[in-house]
């Protein structure tokens, strides 16, 4: 179990190295395209339509991060009514359908990008090559559909793949009863954050008897210096 925690936390650091660059490209993309447009009064031609495609391919792989961390939305109302073996076989049969959509998902996401890419690829001007193509297409500031689609398929193969490692560790702690996941990992979340929010909101300064603060010097207490003094006794 060790191994596939180690591979999927591997593909989960280069998706993070990828979202960092990639919204610190967005990020400047984007003020480039405001500058040039109010001071200048141009702007980049393919970039409006490439911050598009960038915002999805953000959210997708972020999905796929999310999904590593076991952070993806889920209701969980089952799994808190339940404990012991039975939740185990709940997470089993909650990453089996998971699993499946994914698969569904990749396999459309596909099909639509093959559609969409013969349909491009027919309507290419003859003597052109594809790459000659796509370079006048992109420099006009045009993205063909089919590339932006291409990030379907992909993503969500991703996806299914962390749900896959998320699997086959979940099916060994089913059988062996050792857990992989150590539970409070990833910290409080749900009511449970906000009991302990609202605690530590609510708590004051512990203090010894007679209201004073323990750790200081006081009648019968410790000094400053570590030296304990008796009340009515002149040194």
């Known amino acids: 179990m060790e191994l596939v925690t180690k591979i999927d936390r591997a593909f989960a650091k280069v998706e993070e190295v990828i979202l960092a660059l990639l919204l610190v490209g967005m990020i400047l993309l984007a003020s480039l395209q405001v500058l040039l447009r109010n001071i200048w009064d141009t702007g980049i031609s393919w970039a409006d339509s490439t911050l598009q495609n960038a ?15 076991g952070r993806h939305l889920s209701i969980d109302i ?10 185990h076989v709940l997470k089993v049969v909650i990453g ?16 639509t990008f093959k559609v969409n890419y013969e349909q491009w690829l027919g309507n290419v001007p003859q003597g052109w090559s594809v790459m000659q193509t796509l370079r006048q297409e992109l420099s006009e500031g045009s ?21 896959a490692l998320r ?17 409070g990992a ?3 979340e749900g009511e449970a954050a906000l009991d302990e929010l609202e605690a530590r909101a609510t708590e004051g300064p512990r203090s010894g008897p007679g209201g004073e603060p323990r750790g200081r010097g006081g009648v019968g207490g410790e000094g400053a210096n570590g030296s304990s003094s008796s009340p009515g006794v002149k040194p």
């Open 143 to 163: 993205i063909p559909q089919w590339l932006s689609q291409a990030m379907l398929p992909f993503s969500f193969a991703l996806i299914g793949f962390h749900f």
């Open 167 to 183: 699997l086959v560790r979940d099916l060994g702690t089913l059988t062996s009863g050792k857990e992989w996941e150590k539970a």
């Open 78 to 87: 089952l799994s808190r009514a339940i404990t012991g073996r039975t939740k």
């Open 55 to 69: 915002t999805l391919l953000l959210g997708l792989l972020g999905a796929a991060v999310a999904t590593s961390e």
């Open 186 to 188: 990833a910290g409080p």
């Open 96 to 111: 089996c359908v998971c699993l499946f959509l994914c698969v569904v998902l990749a396999q459309g996401g596909w099909v």
